[in-house]
């Protein structure tokens, strides 16, 4: 489905710079240009878009004539950032990244339309891997950031959730957009008809190519979604077919999330580093996930690996015909940052096993 949008400037050249990256990105969004009001007006009434953005001068001088139109999307395009609102209608700074004008298009299409988009041109759903530890502190958060990287250097479309409370991705990845994890879990539960859209709307994009959600406002908002929101929320990513793989970062706990994504996930990932209080937890959430697969569906489990992280010569790894390991990422000397760290874990050489068996 193609979303039709107005842009009314009087700057030529950042109307030809719009419609250029909107092209090369975005081609499901098709832009009509205006330079003039009055022609603006004109072909719109009997050619009416989904929404228009309009530079802050001309609204200014024509705010009332926007009534003759269909459309109540309204985007005011301004110089510097810092305004979020101009009368009624929202209000975005001009000059910034196209991935964030985008969202913001989306945004305010599906708040006004109430339709599920989905932009994706590829059939299916996105295949997803799910990490997971009996423990905090050993690298399993590390492990699948670095991964979603590794990912997303292969030219793939790659989106990092992470689901724990105390999460801060914005430690893994950086980006300067707006919305958080607490917007995401207010779509859930006001159980939003074009969930899809707006989760995606909410998404930010770090500089190696991944897409995150910042962590909640407050930890505590967590609390506010149930076991049955978070699985919703998953499904609506993974079905929207908008990535290529969905990198879930999952509590060390076993819960109803949990086993949910024992079930749903192409691939799991329990993670240790290798030390003896870790690997005994490791196990513990192998046999859980084994166990609880083979009861409910009398399935042996296949796509479930061990993976060891900051691992030194020290670390030991379990001794079990039953537990399969994966990929082993070394520990890494050095003062690094948590981004830092992250990038020299999605070396190619670590992860070129999975591009070939995953």
Same mark, same amino acid.
């Given at each position: 489905?193609?979303?039709?949008?107005?842009?009314?400037?009087?700057?030529?050249?950042?109307?030809?710079?719009?419609?250029n990256?909107?092209?090369e990105?975005?081609p499901?969004?098709?832009?009509?240009?205006?330079?003039?009001?009055?022609?603006a /007006?004109? #072909?719109? !009434? +009997?050619?009416?878009?989904?929404?228009?953005?309009? *530079?802050? %001068?001309?609204?200014?001088?024509?705010?009332?004539?926007?009534?003759?139109?269909?459309?109540?999307?309204?985007?005011?395009?301004?110089?510097?950032?810092?305004?979020?609102?101009?009368d009624?209608?929202?209000?975005?700074?001009k000059?910034?990244?196209?991935?964030?004008?985008?969202?913001?298009?989306?945004? /305010?299409? #599906?708040? !006004? +339309?109430?339709?599920?988009?989905?932009?994706?041109? *590829?059939? %299916?759903?996105?295949?997803?891997?799910?990490?997971?530890?009996?423990s905090?502190?050993n690298?399993?958060?590390?492990?699948?950031?670095?991964?979603?990287?590794?990912?997303?250097?292969?030219?793939?479309?790659?989106?990092?959730?992470?689901?724990?409370?105390?999460?801060m991705?914005?430690?893994?990845?950086?980006?300067?957009?707006n919305?958080?994890?607490?917007?995401?879990?207010?779509?859930?539960?006001?159980?939003?008809?074009?969930?899809?859209?707006?989760?995606?709307?909410?998404?930010?994009?770090?500089?190696?190519?991944?897409y995150?959600?910042?962590?909640?406002?407050?930890?505590?908002?967590?609390?506010?979604?149930t076991?049955?929101?978070?699985?919703?929320?998953?499904?609506?990513?993974?079905?929207?077919?908008?990535?290529?793989?969905?990198?879930?970062?999952?509590?060390?706990d076993?819960?109803?999330t949990?086993?949910?994504?024992a079930e749903?996930?192409?691939?799991?990932?329990?993670?240790?580093d290798?030390?003896?209080?870790?690997?005994?937890?490791?196990?513990?959430?192998?046999?859980?996930?084994t166990?609880?697969?083979?009861?409910?569906?009398?399935?042996?489990?296949?796509n479930?690996?061990?993976?060891?992280?900051?691992?030194?010569?020290?670390?030991?790894?379990i001794?079990?015909?039953?537990?399969?390991?994966y990929?082993?990422?070394?520990?890494s000397y050095g003062?690094?940052?948590?981004g830092?760290?992250?990038?020299?874990?999605s070396?190619?050489?670590?992860?070129?096993?999975?591009?070939?068996?995953?």
């Amino acid at each position: 489905m193609n979303i039709k949008i107005a842009l009314i400037d009087n700057d030529k050249n950042y109307i030809e710079r719009f419609i250029n990256a909107f092209g090369e990105f975005y081609p499901q969004i098709e832009i009509y240009s205006f330079s003039n009001i009055d022609k603006a /007006i004109s #072909s719109l !009434q +009997s050619k009416p878009v989904d929404v228009v953005l309009i *530079s802050d %001068g001309i609204y200014d001088m024509s705010k009332d004539r926007l009534k003759e139109l269909s459309t109540r999307s309204v985007i005011v395009m301004v110089e510097s950032k810092g305004i979020s609102m101009i009368d009624d209608c929202m209000a975005v700074c001009k000059y910034q990244r196209v991935d964030h004008l985008d969202q913001v298009i989306m945004k /305010i299409y #599906s708040e !006004q +339309s109430g339709m599920i988009i989905n932009d994706n041109s *590829s059939a %299916g759903v996105s295949r997803t891997v799910t990490f997971i530890s009996g423990s905090g502190g050993n690298g399993c958060s590390t492990a699948a950031a670095a991964y979603a990287v590794y990912l997303a250097s292969q030219k793939l479309k790659v989106l990092y959730l992470d689901l724990h409370v105390f999460g801060m991705p914005e430690l893994l990845f950086e980006d300067d957009g707006n919305y958080t994890m607490t917007d995401c879990i207010g779509a859930v539960i006001d159980e939003k008809s074009n969930l899809s859209t707006q989760l995606k709307s909410f998404v930010r994009h770090d500089p190696s190519g991944v897409y995150f959600y910042h962590s909640c406002l407050k930890a505590l908002d967590w609390s506010d979604a149930t076991a049955e929101n978070i699985q919703t929320m998953i499904k609506s990513i993974v079905e929207s077919g908008d990535y290529n793989y969905v990198i879930i970062d999952a509590e060390n706990d076993w819960n109803d999330t949990n086993s949910f994504l024992a079930e749903f996930s192409n691939t799991l990932f329990v993670v240790s580093d290798g030390s003896t209080f870790s690997n005994k937890k490791a196990a513990v959430v192998w046999d859980a996930v084994t166990t609880y697969l083979r009861l409910k569906h009398n399935d042996n489990v296949s796509n479930m690996y061990m993976l060891y992280t900051c691992f030194t010569e020290n670390g030991k790894k379990i001794k079990s015909d039953a537990v399969r390991e994966y990929v082993t990422l070394p520990y890494s000397y050095g003062h690094h940052s948590a981004g830092e760290l992250v990038r020299n874990l999605s070396a190619r050489q670590y992860w070129e096993m999975q591009a070939r068996n995953g």
